[in-house]
Protein backbone atom coordinates (compact mmCIF):
# COMPACT_ATOMS: atom_id res chain seq x y z
CA UNK A 1 0.00 0.00 0.00
CA UNK A 2 1.46 3.00 -1.17
CA UNK A 3 1.01 6.29 1.01
CA UNK A 4 -0.78 9.23 -0.45
CA UNK A 5 0.58 13.12 0.25
CA UNK A 6 -1.40 16.37 -0.33
CA UNK A 7 0.94 18.48 -2.79
CA UNK A 8 2.15 21.72 -0.94
CA UNK A 9 0.14 24.87 -2.01
CA UNK A 10 0.41 28.43 -0.39
CA UNK A 11 -2.74 28.05 0.98
CA UNK A 12 -1.28 25.22 3.17
CA UNK A 13 1.72 26.57 3.69
CA UNK A 14 1.67 30.10 4.68
CA UNK A 15 2.38 31.65 7.34
CA UNK A 16 2.71 35.21 8.03
CA UNK A 17 5.26 36.75 10.75
CA UNK A 18 6.20 39.75 11.83
CA UNK A 19 4.49 42.53 10.63
CA UNK A 20 1.94 41.04 9.21
CA UNK A 21 -1.71 40.24 10.97
CA UNK A 22 -3.68 36.85 9.90
CA UNK A 23 -6.12 39.43 8.34
CA UNK A 24 -3.28 39.90 5.69
CA UNK A 25 -3.16 36.41 5.04
CA UNK A 26 -5.18 35.87 2.27
CA UNK A 27 -4.49 38.37 0.37
CA UNK A 28 -1.05 37.52 0.77
CA UNK A 29 -1.52 33.63 -0.44
CA UNK A 30 -3.20 35.76 -3.76
CA UNK A 31 0.28 37.08 -4.19
CA UNK A 32 1.55 34.02 -4.43
CA UNK A 33 -0.58 32.01 -5.58
CA UNK A 34 1.79 31.78 -8.64
CA UNK A 35 4.11 29.48 -6.64
CA UNK A 36 1.80 26.44 -6.19
CA UNK A 37 2.52 25.04 -9.61
CA UNK A 38 6.53 24.92 -8.38
CA UNK A 39 4.82 24.06 -4.89
CA UNK A 40 2.59 20.75 -6.04
CA UNK A 41 6.05 18.88 -6.86
CA UNK A 42 6.53 18.38 -2.86
CA UNK A 43 4.49 17.51 0.13
CA UNK A 44 2.33 19.86 1.86
CA UNK A 45 3.31 18.22 5.06
CA UNK A 46 6.96 18.77 4.75
CA UNK A 47 7.11 22.00 3.09
CA UNK A 48 6.67 25.70 4.76
CA UNK A 49 6.51 29.19 3.86
CA UNK A 50 6.60 32.05 6.31
CA UNK A 51 6.54 36.21 5.10
CA UNK A 52 7.41 38.93 7.38
CA UNK A 53 8.37 42.42 7.29
CA UNK A 54 10.25 44.81 9.01
CA UNK A 55 9.31 48.64 9.33
CA UNK A 56 6.26 48.12 7.42
CA UNK A 57 5.17 50.69 5.22
CA UNK A 58 7.94 53.37 6.21
CA UNK A 59 11.20 53.57 3.83
CA UNK A 60 13.56 50.86 4.57
CA UNK A 61 10.80 48.47 4.97
CA UNK A 62 12.39 44.63 3.99
CA UNK A 63 10.26 41.72 3.43
CA UNK A 64 11.49 38.50 3.90
CA UNK A 65 10.34 35.10 2.43
CA UNK A 66 11.69 31.95 3.95
CA UNK A 67 10.95 28.52 2.79
CA UNK A 68 11.47 25.07 4.00
CA UNK A 69 10.77 21.84 2.01
CA UNK A 70 12.10 18.54 3.78
CA UNK A 71 15.64 17.42 2.24
CA UNK A 72 16.58 20.82 1.20
CA UNK A 73 18.39 23.80 2.91
CA UNK A 74 16.35 27.05 4.07
CA UNK A 75 15.66 29.72 0.63
CA UNK A 76 15.35 32.80 2.32
CA UNK A 77 14.21 35.86 -0.21
CA UNK A 78 14.69 39.31 0.63
CA UNK A 79 13.50 42.69 -0.89
CA UNK A 80 13.30 46.30 -0.06
CA UNK A 81 11.20 47.62 -2.72
CA UNK A 82 9.15 50.87 -1.39
CA UNK A 83 6.01 49.26 -2.11
CA UNK A 84 4.68 46.38 -0.49
CA UNK A 85 2.65 44.93 -3.32
CA UNK A 86 6.35 45.15 -5.47
CA UNK A 87 8.04 43.69 -2.62
CA UNK A 88 5.95 40.58 -2.14
CA UNK A 89 6.10 40.08 -6.02
CA UNK A 90 9.50 40.39 -5.75
CA UNK A 91 10.14 37.72 -3.29
CA UNK A 92 7.54 35.52 -4.55
CA UNK A 93 9.28 35.64 -7.88
CA UNK A 94 13.04 35.20 -6.35
CA UNK A 95 11.60 32.26 -4.32
CA UNK A 96 10.17 30.32 -7.93
CA UNK A 97 13.42 30.96 -9.63
CA UNK A 98 15.36 29.61 -6.55
CA UNK A 99 13.31 26.28 -6.28
CA UNK A 100 13.12 25.85 -10.04
CA UNK A 101 17.10 25.82 -9.90
CA UNK A 102 17.06 23.75 -6.91
CA UNK A 103 14.74 21.51 -8.98
CA UNK A 104 17.04 21.18 -12.05
CA UNK A 105 20.18 20.77 -9.83
CA UNK A 106 18.24 17.25 -8.79
CA UNK A 107 17.68 16.19 -12.57
CA UNK A 108 20.33 13.70 -13.82
CA UNK A 109 21.42 16.07 -16.68
CA UNK A 110 23.23 18.03 -13.81
CA UNK A 111 24.32 15.55 -11.52
CA UNK A 112 26.27 13.13 -12.63
CA UNK A 113 25.57 10.59 -10.00
CA UNK A 114 21.95 10.74 -10.77
CA UNK A 115 22.12 10.77 -14.69
CA UNK A 116 24.70 8.00 -14.25
CA UNK A 117 22.42 5.58 -12.45
CA UNK A 118 18.99 6.93 -15.01
CA UNK A 119 21.22 5.76 -17.41
CA UNK A 120 21.88 2.25 -16.46
CA UNK A 121 18.02 1.32 -16.33
CA UNK A 122 17.30 2.62 -19.79
CA UNK A 123 16.89 0.04 -22.29
CA UNK A 124 16.58 0.88 -26.43
CA UNK A 125 14.43 -1.45 -28.49
CA UNK A 126 16.11 -3.06 -31.84
CA UNK A 127 14.56 -2.30 -34.84
CA UNK A 128 12.31 -5.80 -34.21
CA UNK A 129 11.12 -3.96 -30.81
CA UNK A 130 12.99 -6.79 -28.32
CA UNK A 131 15.27 -5.25 -25.53
CA UNK A 132 18.47 -6.36 -25.88
CA UNK A 133 18.79 -7.73 -22.15
CA UNK A 134 16.27 -10.05 -23.37
CA UNK A 135 18.24 -11.26 -25.75
CA UNK A 136 21.17 -12.10 -23.26
CA UNK A 137 18.47 -13.60 -20.48
CA UNK A 138 17.65 -15.97 -23.66
CA UNK A 139 21.43 -17.55 -24.17
CA UNK A 140 22.65 -19.40 -21.84
CA UNK A 141 26.31 -18.30 -20.41
CA UNK A 142 25.89 -14.69 -21.05
CA UNK A 143 24.56 -12.60 -18.24
CA UNK A 144 22.56 -9.24 -18.54
CA UNK A 145 24.62 -6.45 -17.20
Same mark, same amino acid.
Request: aromatic share 4%.
Given at each position: ??????????????? &?? =??????? /?????????? %??? @? *????????????????????????????????????? &?? =??????? /?????????? %??? @? *???????????????????????????????????????????????
Amino acid at each position: MSVQTTPATVADCLR &VG =TGFSQGD /RNWIAEQFGT %LDA @R *LATYSADTTALEVSVKDRAARGQKVTLECWVAGQQKI &VT =TSSEEDL /RAALNDVRDD %LRR @R *LNDAKTRQEPRHNRHLRDTASQHVTVPDEHGAHPADDMESKPGIEPG
